[in-house]
């Protein structure tokens, strides 16, 4: 019996390891970080109001808030109204490099670019299809009821531990 659960607990720990969900763990030997498609600061002022006007037009950009009123509203900052509208046409276009190009006016930072009351929202904060801000919720996909993560979790947490313990105990009856 000691030799079968002293055998347990020397498994026990890779087999948690194994068993962490990707958010828990580095995925692909990397850490995930917050990431912010920001405007260039070596970018004409010309080739950025070209860019906000298709991310905000044709793109589908939400610009409201560096509208007037808007929290990040700066008249007087084409950077930062271009990195708004850059950063919100990422998250909702698959946080990929191509979706962060912009004519080459934009790229990817670790760098918060918030400001003020304009706080960005960066690329862990894109939830099952909804970026989550303090400027509201950027909807990506049609609201619905999604409870497919959930699985997830039992899939890679909780089952295997429970056909670990199994394991462990039919073992031990058998002997």
Same mark, same amino acid.
């Given at each position: ?19 962490? %969900? ?9 850490? %995930?970080? =917050? ?9 004409? =002022? ?6 906000? =006007?298709?991310?905000?037009? %044709? ?5 409201? %808030? ?31 490099? =191509? ?77």
């Amino acid at each position: 019996m000691s030799k079968i659960y002293s055998s347990f607990l020397c498994v026990l720990p890779l087999l948690v390891a194994l068993s962490l %969900p990707d958010c828990l763990r580095a995925q692909k030997g990397i850490a %995930p970080r =917050d990431l912010w498609c920001v405007a260039k600061n070596n970018a004409a =002022d010309q080739a950025l109001q070209e860019s906000i =006007d298709w991310a905000c037009g %044709p793109g589908g950009a939400n610009c409201g %808030p560096i509208q007037q009123g808007g929290p990040c509203y700066d008249s007087s900052d084409i950077q930062r109204t271009a990195s708004w509208a850059f950063n919100d046409y990422y998250l909702k276009n698959g946080l990929t490099d =191509d979706a962060c190009y912009f004519s080459n006016t934009a790229a990817l930072t670790s760098l918060n670019p918030s400001f003020d009351k304009c706080k960005f929202p960066s690329s862990l904060s894109v939830n099952n299809g909804s970026v989550s801000s303090s400027t509201g919720t950027i909807q990506m996909r049609p609201d619905s009821a999604d409870l497919s993560s959930s699985n997830r979790v039992v899939g890679t947490w909780f089952l295997p531990l429970v056909t670990s313990y199994l394991l462990v105990a039919f073992t031990w009856l058998v002997q």
